[in-house]
């Protein structure tokens, strides 16, 4: 009886420490979707939407966790989550001229917010799908993995958010992620799996071309930015 209830101890605690490398792993995608989406927005609008991505983060999270097998099963919703993101990537490469009129401010706002949950919904289903299988219907172990993608969400963004400002090498690693993720979303898609059948092959390939080619895209747009010297 002592043994079996030494299992059950163990047992608990590899599904906390498997679901804390989960989160670790998973939630960190949705945070650098959060930062880079509101990077170029004026500071005062940018805290607004660090505090609005976490929230809808939150919702997301909580919708998943309901609908997960529901929304891996739309058609269309991975890749439209997935062209998001690609927007987000490359997004993050272009300088923004300074927001003036209110009203472009209040436009730049909700649009960061609408990629955010566009993209958060979509992303947040993989991590209630590995958090439930880890936790084998466990209700206990279900709600402390939702508890903890909560703050890191919150946390992450807002820390690679300054990171994003203070070190430009963190946008490239942040866009690459990014392209991955987004190849990863697309070629997972219900359509896509149904239509194509892809293989594992090609659906790491495609995640490495979108990798690249956001990548590459951030390459050529700082090489135009820099201004060429008199000869």
Known sequence: M????????????????????VDLTLSGDNAVVIAAAAKPLPQPLRNRALVGGAACAVFALVLAAFFATLLLHVKFLQIVGGIAILWIAVGLFREEPPLESSAKQLSSFWKAMW?????D???STDNILAVAAIAHGSIELLLFGLG??????????G?????????????????????????QMIMTDA?????????????YTVEAVCLVVVV????????????????
């Open 148 to 157: 903890l993608s909560i703050p890191l969400v919150v946390f992450a963004s």
């Open 121 to 123: 919904v979509t992303m």
């Open 216 to 231: 590459g895209i951030g390459l050529w747009l700082k090489r135009c930015r820099v201004p060429k010297s008199d000869s």
């Open 159 to 183: 820390l690679l958010a300054k990171l994003m400002d203070k070190y430009p090498v963190i946008v490239f690693i942040g866009a690459a992620l990014l392209g991955r993720v987004a190849g």
């Open 115 to 119: 990629f955010i949950v566009v993209a």
């Open 2 to 21: 002592n043994s079996l209830h030494e299992l059950t101890n163990w047992q608990t605690v590899f599904g906390v420490l498997s679901i804390v490398v």
């Open 191 to 203: 359509f896509t799996v149904q239509t194509l059948a892809p293989s594992d092959a090609v659906r």
